[in-house]
């Protein structure tokens, strides 16, 4: 019997998202909405030092003046930021010493994300830091990474023990005014990972964060801070999930990176929250902030996988200030049914002999909306600076759009930019093709996708890059037709 | 007062010299009242982001002429094309000069709009026409219907084709501080018609490349300007635009280009100097099997700043727009490159290509590109290229090593990277006149004959 593409639609409609479902953990959650209070409560509560207490209520003071933005190319409700809960974590006591300490309920949940911690621990070498509704429950591998001098905790464990660094180093790339959603979270952060690796080390394994919304009407706002000292490398991973549910749930967090001379970090992210049922209700909105910062000789990777969100809206950047530093963005994003994704990079080269690659792959299926959104600047003063960028769109269906929006600002004569983009569509001939050869359609189509976004499935570790694989099958299936 | 006030309130005293009565009054005044609302633009207007339009908009700016200057023929022959029959309609000022004119009305409609837009023979064509693909938000669009009243008015009819090419010249005679002009074209092409048309901008040039007649407090002139085209089924259109002004005046430039069924329209924009030049340069398809092509060339020096957007809007399936425009930025010049694609859901089989390449000279130079795409269709091959840099290494050395001098290396080198933008340039004269204007602006002297 040949597979027919209704019966593949058929499927696809039934296949649902697999990480939908809710943990019946305890949870003490704010009340709704934002103030001042609430604000100093979230400080409180934490435990937090008067200067961010005061950081905290200076960027609150900030956003309350900001206006949302609306520039971006995508539709939605906005959030009412006086609905949502700015606070809730899982109800335990305060910290576990060991994995035998956390709630089983809890290790279930991560079972079913597939990330079994016992197992992660000893396959595969990861080191995890697990941020459940905006509070870090778990990090693993701490004692081997401190042998190395690396420092990987939760953010609130690191204004506490390490004042010194996250004093000097938070919001240095993402001022705490940036713009409205790095205010917001810059006065309401509740948790986020923190990583410092020392002169000359490099580390040892990959270094991953999972976070994960499970508290009905609460907006995640988690704050990632890396710090690669001189000669250093990192290699960090983001995976995230959430419940299906009706309402849109906010997502706002604040990734900085920071590398010394001669230092380099890697990040990857596969971002999977829930991108709303098949009708385009519910959600989540993932609006990001995530920029890195490159001393000399120092280079900065951003790999990402972009299927779930029903919004998303984030533009991962490297601000090369110092000389020879290198900037890189891979990105695959994937949209379907009614998701939208208005998703870039901005490449601002400031240093000499600085070089940024941006490669990025938009597939659109459904009735999505797929954005590519980039600025490549060369300051007045980056001699010799050189940029190669290629986006490319692969649009499935006549329901969806494909859009791109590059900006090219170059202000010194010596720089050399080159920009390409090309729209396309997976040609009835290809698909003909596999099917000669006994590869049936749905197949074909994996098979299609996969080598349109090879060069960027390449760049991701290789625990990822399968999982990104299995993730692009699933978003795609039976598009086509 | 606010140059807008200003503009706002002149209406009132424009308004006296015309007749109330006309459907374009109507047309008028709706313009005014929206533009009222509307307003300049600022810089964080997305269109207007990299171009400091505000620097010429000064108050002291008028849409009324005082008196009418007479300009010697010695001055301004190098601005007409020269070598071929032509049709011409020459205005100074803003106004119409018949002594240089040569028009027509017979077998086809070559003239000016002032004497059609309130003629009743013409009633039908203009309602049919006039005004009708204009963007009813843009404030310099507005600007001008609110204000214009003369310019060129070309007809084809059907299945004619034009035996000689249209010049439209328009010529500053700088004898006028703070004079805001407001030229408005009005060229249709009936079905299976063909013409070959070319718009140029001048001033009189002086010392330094500055008006003549610059006087202390004297304030340039402001060029805004108007063009409709109507291309009908299985008609076809050249255009050509030449811009080739002092350093001091500046120029803004709506041009909306309607075509339907079977139609090409080719438009060539050819910058070449000004203070600020905007270039908004739209083309809507309306039909099917429907080629637009769009090129240009800019090269600029001093403080001089050029700016083209370029809109095609693909509405109906089996089309096709190609655009190439290359730029090159001596001294301190800036340019700017916004080119938008958009391809409606029902446009399926559609082939866009946008290309730009910049060549930056100047050590103050700069360059601001963006060349946006907007797919809803999933059959289409779009495409879009652009780069930023400097002339190729090896191939000068090459040259350099077979005895050519550096200059002239690179002279050549900058020349080719601009010449084959002329390919479709189907007019001789014109080709040859503007490949020396290139080599004349790029400083080569070429050892062939062109």
Known sequence: ?481 | MSLKEKLVSSFLAFELDTDINSPIHDIRSKSIKEFEKVGFPDKKNEFWKYTPIKKVLNEELTIFKKKRHLIEFDKVKDFFLGGIESYKIVFIDGMYDPLWSSTTHKGADICILSSVLENKKYSNVISKYYNTIVDSKESFSLLNTSFSKEGAYVNIPKNIELDKPIEIIHINSGGESSLMLQPRNLIILEKGSKAQIVESHYSLIGKNNISPYTFPGYIDPLTNTLTEIHVEENANLDYYKIQNDLDTTSIIDNTYINQKKNSVASCHTFSFGGNIVRNNLNFYQNGKNINSILKGITILGSNQHTDHHTLVHHANPNCESYQEYKGIYNDKSTGVFNGKVIVDRVAQKINAFQQNNNLLVGDHSSVNTKPQLEIFADDVKCSHGCTIGQLDKSALFYLKTRGITEKDAKGLLTYAFANNVLENVKMQVLKIKIKKIIANKIGVSLGFEL
């Not at chain 1, 300490?101 to 697990?130: H, R």
């Not at chain 1, 902030?289 to 120092?298: E, F, I, Q, V």
Request: with cysteine.
């Open chain 1, 1 to 481: 019997m040949a597979y027919t593409e209704e019966e593949l639609k058929k499927e696809l409609e039934q296949q649902e998202y697999q990480y939908g479902f809710t943990t019946k953990i305890e949870s003490e959650t704010f009340p709704v909405g934002l103030n001042e209070d609430i604000v100093r409560s979230i400080s409180k509560k934490k435990n937090e030092p008067k200067w961010m207490t005061d950081w905290r209520l200076d960027a609150f003071s900030a956003w309350k003046k900001m206006e949302e933005p609306e520039w971006s190319n995508v539709t939605y409700k906005k959030p009412d930021f006086q609905a949502i809960s700015y606070f809730s974590a899982p109800k335990t006591n305060t910290k576990y010493k060991s994995l035998d300490e956390v709630d089983p309920e809890l290790l279930k949940t991560f079972d079913k994300l597939g990330i079994s911690i016992e197992e992660q621990k000893k396959l595969s070498g990861v080191a995890v830091d697990i941020v459940m509704d905006s509070v870090s429950v778990a990090t693993t591998f701490r004692e081997t990474l401190a042998k190395d001098g690396i420092i990987f905790c939760s953010i609130s464990e690191a204004i506490k023990d390490y004042p010194d660094l996250v004093k000097k180093y938070i919001g240095k790339v993402i001022p705490k005014k940036d713009n409205f959603y790095a205010a917001l979270n810059s006065a309401v952060f509740s948790d986020g990972s923190f990583c410092y690796i020392p002169k000359g080390v490099k580390c040892p394994m990959e270094l991953s964060t999972y976070f994960r919304i499970n508290q009905a009407g609460t907006g995640q706002f988690e704050r990632t801070l890396v710090i690669a000292d001189e000669g250093s490398y990192v290699s960090y991973l983001e995976g995230c999930t959430a419940p299906s549910r009706d309402e849109n749930q906010l997502h706002a967090a604040v990734v900085e990176l920071i590398a010394l001379d001669n230092a380099e970090i890697k990040y990857s992210t596969v971002q999977n929250w829930y991108p709303g049922n098949k009708q385009g209700k519910g959600g989540v909105f993932n609006f990001v902030t995530k920029r890195g910062l490159c001393h000399n000789n120092s280079k900065i990777s951003w790999t990402q996988v972009e299927t779930g969100s029903a919004v998303t809206w984030k533009y991962p950047s490297c601000i090369l200030k110092g000389d020879n530093s290198i900037g890189e963005f891979y990105s695959i994003a994937v949209t379907n049914n009614y998701q939208q994704a208005d998703t870039g990079t901005k490449m601002i080269h400031l240093g000499k002999n600085t070089k940024s690659t941006i490669i990025s792959k938009g597939i659109s299926a459904g009735k999505s909306q797929n954005s590519y959104r980039g600025l490549v600047h060369i300051g007045k003063r980056a001699e010799n600076a050189r940029n190669f960028s290629q986006c490319d769109s692969l649009l499935m269906g006549n329901n969806c759009g494909a859009h791109t929006f590059p900006y090219i600002e170059a202000k010194n004569k010596s720089a050399q930019i080159e920009h390409e983009a090309t729209t396309s569509k997976i040609g009835e001939d290809q698909i003909f093709y596999c099917n000669q050869r006994g590869i049936n359609v749905e197949k074909a189509i994996a098979l299609i996708v996969n080598g349109f976004s090879k060069e960027v499935l390449n760049k991701l570790p290789m625990e990822f890059a399968v999982e990104a694989q299995k993730l692009l099958e699933i978003s795609l299936e039976g598009s086509v037709g």
